[in-house]
Structures are given as C-alpha cells and as structure tokens.
C-alpha cells in the first residue's frame, strides 16, 4: 500500500513580526526586527528588558471580554493561528467530515501566565482567592482542546510538549497520523506566551539569555562570532495538513508537501546540546530518509540558530554530518534573529516561513551576522535575503532535554 501524501492548504501566524503570515514574511524577508523591549510589564522588575513580543493585539477586542479571561494568552494565539489556518485553508466543517479533522497544538510552557495569577492571588487572598477557570487555562493541552472545542473537531486531538522541538513534532507527528489513515485533516502547530518576570529571570540565570539590552533589533545574533544568547519570543503557527487525495477532491490550494520528519533524543544534558551535534545530525538523517531524497537535494536550511555559543556551533557540525560536502553549498538562515526564540512556538512558525521561502523562491537573511565565527563556518545568508529557485526546505528544532526534531517541507508537485 502507498505512502499517503501528506499537504499543506492552510496557514496562520501571530508573531513579533507579524499577526498574519503575509505581514510576518514581509517583515522576515526584509530583515526587519520584531524585537523590542518589554511592554508586557514593567522591565526594570528584571536584568533582561528585551524580547520579541506579539504586537497590536488586544484579547478582549477578539474575543469578547468574558471569554478572555477564560483562556490564557498561548490560547488566544493559537486560537487566532488556527483561525486564519481554517479560513485560509478554505476547509468547511460540518456534522458530516468532522470526525476526519484533528489538530495537535503543542507548547514549551502552556498557561504559565494563569499559573504564575493563580499563585500570587493564592498567596494573598487564601483558597478562595483562586479562580476555577485555573486549571484548565494552564494546563499545557489547553490550547488544543479550546482549538477542537472552538471548531468542532471531533478526530484525534492532543497535545505535544518537546520544548523547543515541539513545533517540529506537532507537524511531523500531525503528518504521520493522516499517512496511517487516522485523520484526513490536522491543524498542527504550537504556542506560546511565557514572557514574564519569572521564565525571563530563570533563562537570565542559566546564562542562555542575551544581555545586548542597548541595541534591542541587533541582540539576537544566530551564528555570529558575538553572540551572547538568545532573545525570548512568543507568539504561534498552525498549519492545515491534509491527506492529498482529499485536497485534491475539494480543490485546495497546496502550499507544500510534508515530505520527511525524523527526531531523536542527545540523551546527555538537560540543556546543553552534544557537543558533537551528533543526536540533532540524526534527526536530519533520518528525515531525508524519511522523504527518500538526498542531501543534495536540499535547497534552503532553517536553522535553529538560537544566538546561544553551544547549539549554533553544535548545530553547524550537526549539518555537516548530516549532509556532508553538501553542507557548504545549501544556504541556511536563523530567521530566530528576528523574531527572537519562540521556544515551544519556534518549529512551527519556522515551517511556515520554509514553506513562504518555497512559495517565493526566497532564502530570507539572518540578519546581525557581522562577525564570522570559525566554528560557525557555513552560508548563513549574513544580512540580506537571497532570491533562488528554492524546491526543498529542511527545517530544524532543537530543545531542552535532548529533543531533535526536523522536518523537510517541499513544493508540490503531482
């Protein structure tokens, strides 16, 4: 029995770049910066005062006052990315296809927002003080569920949680459930929204965060021989994936293919990378395997390209192994230097911007590489965007723990 052929139709994003996909990737091909600093609270509470925040966006004016508050903010995102996702897709869902449509919509964090409220008003007020919508709006899964609830899907419905790789496996893992005919159709992407005073402060003190605080749009540096850290996003991405033959049956516009997934586990240290990059080098192996190409049939690398001085240069020889010669002939890019690390949220915003790359023929920049690293000696796309004819895309996600997970998205063609 063939492989089912597994197809994006849908898109949506909300990011520091952008509250569409169509402003997000403007902004990214540009090389324009999301980053900022922080508005979300009063940034003088901690050391680090930048971040990568959603802008313009007001929850009650989406979503009415009273459901607001019954949702966290990872929630309101992802609601707003399945949205646009579904209406983008032009998929309608009815009474009769609804038990063939599932979505996994995956978070680093979850409601940590709701978790944090819940603790200070407990600790102010006593029990009582403590709402019963608490619960469910920090539970990781929440998101998924509220996004079922919100369009009736019926199909399978979960929630992936591999920290920073858990936008990669909510898309790989989403594209395996339509191949073994569980679904026809999953809304799969990731969220979050963990920009507080505590996870800032937390990140500050494992030394992972950059403290380039006087030039906000240049602290995020992937690949630079100055990078200091990484710059904390928020933000989501769903994409509608769909069982091709269904696709085609009701006339939808195909975007790309999910053509390979492979994840693997470093199984060394709870947030360090191997050294050797080994454990992320298999997961890019695996992936090609996955879709049956070679690596000279990759044309753009999405890197994870954190800004951190181990994963960018563990990253480099994980290419490089995975890919060989090859590795010095395909252009890569950190579009991580704008929008910051969305972590949970990260892969699958990502693959929207490889799937955008495909659809423009475009390798955007990564944008504040001024200072070649010699451990860090392949194309980076320094700078500027670069205009080709782009077919396949590889695109990375690695996490706290030991998480490898890459997909490759490619154009489709009959």
Known sequence: MARKRVVVTGMGAICPTGNTVAEAWANIAAGVSGIDYITLFDHNLIENKIAGEVKNFDAEATFGKKEAKRTDRATHFALVASRQALDDSGLVITDENRYDVGCIVGSGIGGINSLIEAVMSFVQKGHHGVSPLVVPRLLIDGSSGRVSMEFNLRGPNFCITTACA??????????????????????????????????????????????????????????????????????????????LDHALARGAKIYAEVLGYGHTSDAYHPTAPLETGDGAAHAMLFALRDAGIQAGQVDYINAHGTGTALNDAAETKAIKTALGEEAYNIPISSTKSMTGHLLGAAGSLEAVFSIMAIQNNFVPPTINLETPDPDCDLNYTPQKGVSKPIHVVMSNGFGFGGHNATVILGRYSA
């Not at 602290?219 to 100055?226: I, L, Q």
């Open 166 to 243: 858990t936008g990669n496996n909510c898309i790989g893992e989403g594209a395996e459930i339509i191949r073994r005919g569980q679904a026809k159709v999953m809304l799969a992407g990731s969220t979050e929204a963990a920009l507080t005073p505590m996870t800032i402060a937390g990140f500050n003190n494992m030394k992972t965060l950059s403290n380039r605080d006087e030039e906000p749009t240049k602290a995020s540096r992937p690949f630079d021989a100055n990078r200091d850290g990484f710059v904390p996003g928020e933000g989501a991405a769903i994409l509608v994936l769909e069982d």
